[in-house]
């Protein structure tokens, strides 16, 4: 058969012109980002610590405590070996190293005046026993001093000792504690031999209430006249 002619195709449709694109916005510069810190160096790490030795904390606790033992354990024995200790002989005065071996010491004022370590007051009453046993060789009379600040009379008695010496050294010694405004005080008699050593030592308390109103009287009226001293 025959073909068809064929037909005539249209003319393709004009496209239109493509619109104009907007020209791109300028984008704004980027800013300036800071200069990175410097870090610091990563300190050195102690070349002797090896933490896979340690499983737990209190395992790494335990080495230091040893390693602190032994540094403290050197420095002590270096101490001891270098620090030389003086001896009581040498810290304390002849005359009060003869009284602190006779008296009791666990509760005694005399012992107490030792352990304050004052050495110019320890001196002091080193050089007084010593000047009141020289004038005791020539007068032969009882001789006392009060130690200041700590309620205690030291009494240096002779061998006469009648109830009359003895009541009118406890007389005497009230009279300084009423001097003090006290009511309570300490003494200590000391003996000695002829050649001044230290024989016997008699500790002695007396108190206010202990006078009978008498003698009480006594140790007024001495006492006021201490006062004026």
Known sequence: EDLDEPEDLDE????????????????????????????DEPEDLDESNNYNDFNAADDIEKEVIKVDLKEYT??????????????????????????????????????????????????GIDYLINKALEKQKIDNKEKMFTIPGYDLTLVLATNHNDKLKLWERRNNLGAVMFSQNKENWNAL????????????????????????PVDWKFVVSTGNRLKKV
């Open 189 to 212: 008699v000391l003996k000695y031999n002829a050649d001044n050593n230290l024989i016997d030592v008699e500790e002695v308390e007396i108190t206010k209430d202990s006078f009978d």
């Open 74 to 123: 050197a420095i002590e024995e270096n101490r001891i070996f270098e620090t030389e200790v003086p001896s009581i002989e040498e810290i304390w005065p002849p005359k009060v190293l003869e009284i602190i071996k006779f008296v009791d010491k666990e509760d005694n004022p005399f012992f107490d005046i030792c352990k304050d370590d004052d050495s110019e007051l320890l001196e």
């Open 12 to 39: 393709p449709e004009d496209l239109d012109e493509p619109e104009d694109l907007d020209e791109p916005e300028d984008l704004d510069e980027p800013e300036d980002l800071d200069e990175p810190e410097d870090l």
